[in-house]
């Protein structure tokens, strides 16, 4: 898995715009996106739209919950993934 950073365009509400994100990040917005039944400019709008910081940050953030979502764990939002807590012994 490439860990390079690219910078990508697209066009929102006529405008072109651009972010940098990951391969890694991009290939989930990709698979996103076709899970939805959707361009990516699409998806990039209506995540572009809710967004509170940079667009890049808001896409990253966007594939983590989709991702989260999709794995259906309960876990503690302030622990880190990977580091669920192990059952009190009884």
Known sequence: ???DVRKRSVTIAGHRTSFSLEDAFWSELQGIATR???AIAELVAEVDEGRDGNLS???RLYVLADLQGRLG???D???PSGHEEAPEDQ
């Open 1 to 3: 898995m490439s860990s």
């Open 77 to 79: 939002p302030d622990m």
């Open 57 to 59: 940050s808001a896409l």
């Open 73 to 75: 764990r309960d876990r």
């Open 36 to 38: 939805r039944d959707m």
